[in-house]
């Protein structure tokens, strides 16, 4: 028992090594007193939001992060190269990295909550949007949230690991359909090949990640029901970051109501969804 027992604390020690040695930053203090340094990001792909592209990084996140570096030329005379270090796959796997390692910025539609917060350290939103109740092209319209179980007779639903759209769904089955089967997935991308394929499931997404089911023309629809006020996004990092204040310098109201934030939504979402995105 006691050599299982090391084993199992040895596995344990090198994943976080092996983490740490995966993505490298810099501190803001270190910035400060060099004059320059490196803004490491770990992102989760979205499509609009953050994604690369023939080699190049693109999207409304990507924009906001180049504005973020000049500000900080432009006020504090300070170098910042950004870095977008890696991609992960997995939404509950990104969540951990950008919590546990010192120095990154974690870059994706993450949900600012409160619960979060008392792990993680967010920059103020970026981006407010609405969430969203998809099924495949053939599944029949629901209007109201009281008739799924009548509706979606025979669904099940299926939703992020780590997101919050776990708790939507579980309140959905909590009030609507008690008999309602709630499963799992370890990305949007699996959610939505699901979607793509089969017709007797519902997710429920961010409006940003439908965004990319718009694109792409997916045989997927989107449902007019109400599931609540509007989520709020933002960037993540571990509890020991030193970054979050100079990120509440810069991006403030007044920066999401100004012009060239507009033409970043505008450009990377599309003008349709500028009025739905806020």
């Not at 990295?97 to 990154?104: G, L």
């Not at 008739?147 to 007779?153: C, M």
Request: net charge positive.
């Amino acid at each position: 028992m006691r050599v299982f027992l090391c084993a199992a604390l040895l596995v344990a020690l090198s994943s976080v090594v092996s983490i740490g040695q995966k993505y490298h930053g810099d501190s803001w203090a270190d910035v400060k007193a060099n004059g320059k340094g490196t803004l490491t990001i770990v992102y989760y792909e979205q499509p609009g939001l953050v994604f690369k592209d023939n080699g190049q990084m693109k999207g409304v996140c990507v924009d906001i992060i180049a504005d973020f570096a000049k500000f900080v030329q432009e006020k504090y005379n300070k170098t910042v190269t950004v870095n977008y270090a890696g991609q992960e796959s997995e939404f509950s796997g990104f969540l951990k990295i950008a919590q546990n390692t010192p120095n990154i910025l974690g870059v994706t539609n993450t949900s600012i909550t409160d619960e979060r917060k008392k792990i993680m350290k967010f920059t103020p939103p970026f981006m407010t949007t609405q969430l969203v109740l998809l099924t495949n092209q053939n599944a029949p319209t629901l209007t109201n949230l009281k008739d799924l179980p009548k509706v979606f007779a025979g669904f099940s639903a299926l939703v992020i690991t780590g997101s919050t759209h776990v708790k939507y769904a579980e309140k959905i089955k909590k009030q609507y359909s008690p008999e309602l089967n709630i499963t799992l997935a370890p990305s949007s991308e699996s959610v939505i090949k699901s979607l793509s394929t089969n017709n007797k499931i519902f997710s429920i997404l961010d409006f940003t990640e439908y965004v990319g089911v718009v694109r792409k023309k997916l045989p997927i629809k989107r449902h007019d029901v109400d599931l609540g006020n509007a989520e709020e996004l933002g960037f993540i990092m571990s509890k020991s970051s030193d970054w979050d204040g100079l990120w509440k310098e810069f991006l403030t109201e007044d920066y999401r109501k100004g012009v060239r934030y507009k033409r970043i939504i505008a450009d990377n979402l599309g003008s349709t969804f500028l009025n739905l995105v806020r």
